[in-house]
């Protein structure tokens, strides 16, 4: 989230507000941000490894569901919950980082539990 500079020396009520304001970076809010889409990301991985492990995904068609919901979720977030407007929430932001954000913890969450839940269900 951006937020004007308190110390900028902006008068009350400017007559044009894009003009005379002054944008700052939050990091707090840019990290607060960070960690809601990682928890979200690891948590739909889970779901979605659970999913395939109950479906009997195996191989690449496991992988290819894999990165079909963690491109879903990545797009989900930056529409749903950013209207399309990434850089205002992520600061420097890019779609790539949207879509590939933490790919490599989410996979191995999915395949922790993409393996436990294929295991009950079709092994025992």
Known sequence: MMAPDP????TDGP?????SS??????LAHMANLQKID????LLAIASGIGAGV???RGLEGFIFF????LVTGLAFAFV?????????IGGGTWWMILSQDFQKSGLSYMLWWTFFYGLCYLF
């Open 7 to 10: 110390m900028a020396g902006l």
């Open 15 to 19: 007559s044009d507000p894009d003009a």
């Open 22 to 27: 002054t944008l700052i970076f939050d990091p």
């Open 39 to 42: 928890r979200s990301r690891t």
């Open 55 to 57: 479906l009997g995904l």
């Open 67 to 70: 990165v079909i919901c963690q």
């Open 81 to 89: 919950s950013m209207g399309g407007k990434i850089s205002e929430f």
